[in-house]
Structure formats: C-alpha cells, structure tokens
C-alpha cells in the first residue's frame, strides 16, 4: 500500500506535466485595462501618414522573424529606460506590438503610467491574420557606408537610417537635412 502511494504522486506529477504540454504554448494575458488599437485601423491610419510611434516589445530574434514595417524594437524590460533616452514627447501616439497582446499591453499600461497620453497596444497576430505587410531583417541591405541611426528631434520624432545627413528629411515637416534632424531643438 505504501508502495502505491509513492508511485501514485510521480505519476500524477506526469500526467499534469503531459496536460499543460498538450495544451499548447503560454502566453501571458491581456492586460484587462489597456486600450487595444485593431491591426486594420493602424494600417489604415499608417497608410494616412498619421505618425504613430510604434514599438516592438519582443525580443530581437522574434522582431527579426518579421515586425510592422517602421516599428522600433525595444524589450519591454527596457522600455521606460530606452522611452527616456529617445526623448520621445508625451504628446506622441504610441502604439506598442507583441505576437498575442500580452507583453505590449503591460507595455502600454506602463507607458500611461510614465506620461504618454495616447498609448495603444495591437496583436501581431491580427496584423498577419488581415494578411499586413511584414519587415524582416534580412529585407536590410547591409551598408558598406556608416549608417546614422538616430530620430527627428523635431515635431515628428521619426525614426532615420541614412548615409546621407546632407540628404532632407522626408519624413519630417521640418524640410531640413538630416544633420538638423539630429540636433535638439
């Protein structure tokens, strides 16, 4: 009998072990209280021109895979640190991505939290699912130029990667070469 009983919780143990493996992978829950943006309307409204500042939150080799073209990659581990350094106003419409909505709605609720005003999550799964455009890396040339990397520290704070700070911005309104675009102010 006591030999049962030590058999009956190992296997126990397993069968447990054996249902949570069958059930497929985890991903962490929606945040109930965060603001979800639909994978068409942000589509829509990037099509528009309207400047959203989105952020990718997974890790780079899942941002690698493929990402919203335009999005920047930034660990939600990182996120209010790198958000300070980019000097992003609390004025700008950000909109935060992951594969199911777990990790960036957390990561909009922290940016609310922080200041931003208009701050969203959407699903990268929705964008694929509605069949959305993806950027790989690999789409990436590989310079043999130095690259800047830096965003416009004018109204737009779009994201640049140029080899050419003479070159003018055409993302931003201020008309200017990219090496005002760098400068403050």
Same mark, same amino acid.
């Given at each position: ?16 072990a ?8 985890? /991903?962490? @829950?929606? *945040? ?8 068409? &309307?942000?589509? +829509? =409204?990037?099509?528009?021109? $309207?400047?959203?500042?989105i ?11 493929? /990402?919203? @073209?335009? *999005? ?8 209010? &640190?790198?958000? +300070? =350094?980019?000097?992003?106003? $609390?004025?700008?419409?950000i ?6 909505g ?5 990561a ?52 640049v ?20 675009c760098?400068?403050?102010?």
């Open positions: 009998m006591k030999m049962l009983r030590w058999l009956a919780f190992p296997l126990l143990a397993l069968a447990c054996v249902l949570v493996d069958a059930a497929g992978p985890q /991903h962490a @829950p929606v *945040a109930p209280d965060a603001q979800e943006t639909a994978a068409g &309307k942000l589509s +829509a =409204e990037l099509e528009q021109g $309207k400047k959203i500042l952020i990718d939150v997974r890790l780079p080799k899942e941002f690698d895979a493929g /990402h919203v @073209p335009g *999005a920047v990659n930034i660990r939600v581990e990182e996120l209010s &640190k790198r958000i +300070a =350094e980019m000097k992003v106003s $609390k004025d700008t419409t909109v935060t991505m992951c594969e199911h777990g990790r960036s709605s957390r909009a609720l922290e940016l609310q939290k922080l200041g931003y005003k208009t701050t969203s999550f959407c699903r990268l799964d929705s964008w694929k699912k509605e069949g959305h455009r993806l950027g790989k890396a690999e789409e990436k040339a590989r310079p043999t130029a130095k690259v800047y990397r830096f965003y416009c520290q004018h109204s737009c704070l779009s994201y990667e140029t080899t050419d700070l003479a070159q003018v911005s055409e993302h931003c309104d201020c008309a200017k070469p990219y090496r005002e760098m400068k403050k102010g």
